[in-house]
């Protein structure tokens, strides 16, 4: 795996589905923020090597000028159990600690809600931001009713250590 064909790969991704508005989504797009990270040049993308050992680095040495961060892993070398293990490990502890919180993204744990897939589906991904970008953004997005008709255990399990908008 080279980090060259793995980002053309997530910028794809994200450039003719994440950043597209969906009409099962109410026309928001699945993340309503990547455009503008990508657009301006505010997205690093990593090889990763080790989950836990990857997000405890970065909770060290922070994001600097990235708004994110996004490590990418070959989802053989990781189950989906123990990816998400580590990554919800690391959000507990280093990350949270940092003001940081990263999202899974494993071909073999399949994301959904309202009928659309998020995964990306080729790669393992972990992305990382700071929790208060995330936490404002989400806020935002729960008053214009970008998630009304989701799963509440679905939302539960996406709003662990940040700000529930649900709750404001």
């Known amino acids: 795996m080279d980090l060259k064909t793995a980002r053309e790969s997530v ?27 990508r657009l301006k040049n505010q997205v690093d ?3 990763g090597g080790d989950p836990y050992v990857d997000l405890l680095a970065l909770s060290k040495a922070g994001m600097g000028s990235w708004e994110v961060v996004v ?18 490990e690391a959000n507990a502890g280093p990350m949270k600690a940092a003001g940081l ?7 073999d744990h399949v994301e959904s809600q309202k009928g659309v897939c998020f995964n990306h589906g ?11 970008n995330l936490d404002d953004a989400s806020a935002q997005l729960y008053k214009k009713g ?8 679905y939302l539960d399990d996406l709003f662990t250590n940040r ?6």
Do not use: M
């Open 11 to 37: 910028e794809h991704w994200l450039e003719t589905f994440i950043e597209v508005p969906h009409p099962a989504l109410n026309e928001f797009p699945p993340c309503p923020y990547a455009r503008q990270a």
């Open 45 to 47: 993308y990593r090889l």
């Open 71 to 88: 490590y990418i892993y070959d989802p053989v070398v990781w189950s989906a159990d123990e990816f998400n293990s580590l990554i919800d």
């Open 101 to 107: 919180v990263s999202l899974s993204d494993h071909p």
């Open 122 to 132: 080729t790669y393992a991904l972990s992305i990382a931001a700071l929790t208060k």
């Open 146 to 153: 970008y998630y009304d008709g989701w799963d509440s255990e």
């Open 163 to 168: 700000q529930d908008p649900r709750n404001n």
